[in-house]
């Protein structure tokens, strides 16, 4: 219906590539734009797949509308799952609404504990949320790089537990870690990977770009001092390096802290038919 087919595909481990072929099918049948969230390639057997996985994507690329996002780290986060997938690697607990005491914990810690196998343990803790550290950080900065790529955090918002840092760190962790440090890309492109792209993709008019009669969303940074400071271990620390952030025109942050300003607004699909300012449907 116009819209972007926006996916988190099937499987990102063993079937990753048959699971990107079936989301291409479904964007050529639909013939909408496709965005694949939080690309990545999970569990050891499979590190170093991003290689395979975005020369499909480019060569997908020359025919059909294609997107993709990355977050910057080595762990994703989700519910408190007990299948072999999620649990093949390191995992730690995020939030337990009937255990929060081993909020910060490894699942394999409280498993040793309970005497009990790691996916009971996993049972126990439901619901809640769990940090699982299934990728290699060659993938990931690979996949950052790709020139199509743009930043997201995937983020859960939270008030309870602890959860992924890339709520607070992912965004001035490109900006310092990967693109001053690393040299992984320019500053322009992080910018970019940030901003315009993001806005090209979903179709945004008037943002993702600094120009005359543009919706004045900035954010002001020091390139030279810009950083994460939200870790595993203390995931809700402000970033260094951030003097301002403008909404609409509205200053939401400022010294180090929220001005409690709500300058923001929904952008809603514009109906078919119907011209709107706010949203239109996403070039490709």
């Known amino acids: 219906?116009?819209?972007?087919?926006?996916?988190?595909?099937?499987?990102?481990?063993?079937?990753?590539?048959?699971?990107?072929?079936?989301?291409?099918?479904?964007?050529r049948a639909l013939g909408v734009p496709v965005v694949i969230s939080h690309h990545?390639?999970?569990?050891?057997?499979?590190?170093?797949?991003?290689?395979?996985?975005?020369?499909?994507?480019?060569?997908?690329?020359?025919?059909?509308?294609?997107?993709?996002?990355?977050?910057?780290?080595?762990?994703?986060?989700?519910?408190?799952?007990?299948?072999?997938?999620?649990m093949g690697g390191r995992m730690v607990i995020a939030s337990s609404v009937p255990h929060p005491e081993m909020v910060g914990r490894e699942i394999t810690e409280i498993a040793a504990q309970w005497g009990v196998p790691r996916d009971e343990a996993a049972r126990r803790l439901q619901p809640g949320s769990a940090i699982y550290f299934l990728m290699d950080e060659a993938d990931v900065q690979r996949i950052l790089a790709f020139d199509?790529?743009?930043?997201?955090?995937?983020?859960?918002?939270?008030?309870?537990?602890?959860?992924?840092?890339?709520?607070?760190?992912?965004?001035?962790?490109?900006?310092?870690?990967?693109?001053?440090?690393?040299?992984?890309?320019?500053?322009?492109?992080?910018?970019?990977?940030?901003?315009?792209?993001t806005?090209?993709?979903?179709?945004?008019?008037?943002?993702?770009?600094?120009?005359?009669?543009?919706?004045?969303d900035l954010v002001v940074f020091d390139a030279a001092t810009v950083r994460d400071r939200a870790s595993y271990e203390s995931p809700?620390?402000?970033?260094?390096?951030?003097?301002?952030?403008?909404?609409?025109?509205?200053c939401v942050w400022q010294a180090g802290?929220?001005?409690r300003a709500r300058p923001g607004q929904v952008l809603r699909r514009t109906p078919a038919g119907v011209s709107a300012p706010a949203a239109k449907r996403a070039p490709c």
């Open 40 to 86: 990545k390639v999970t569990l050891t057997q499979n590190h170093g797949r991003s290689v395979e996985t975005l020369a499909m994507l480019r060569t997908a690329m020359q025919h059909q509308c294609v997107g993709l996002d990355c977050y910057p780290y080595t762990a994703g986060s989700t519910m408190i799952r007990s299948d072999r997938a999620l």
């Open 236 to 250: 809700a620390l402000p970033a260094d390096g951030i003097d301002r952030v403008l909404v609409n025109g509205g």
């Open 257 to 259: 802290a929220s001005t």
């Open 1 to 27: 219906a116009g819209a972007v087919y926006a996916t988190h595909m099937r499987d990102e481990a063993d079937a990753v590539a048959a699971a990107i072929d079936e989301t291409l099918a479904i964007g």
């Open 148 to 197: 199509e790529t743009m930043i997201g955090s995937d983020g859960i918002p939270t008030r309870d537990g602890r959860p992924h840092p890339r709520l607070w760190g992912t965004f001035p962790r490109v900006l310092g870690h990967y693109s001053r440090d690393l040299g992984l890309f320019p500053l322009e492109t992080a910018v970019w990977k940030m901003t315009g792209l």
């Open 199 to 216: 806005a090209e993709r979903f179709g945004l008019q008037g943002r993702g770009t600094v120009s005359v009669g543009a919706h004045a």
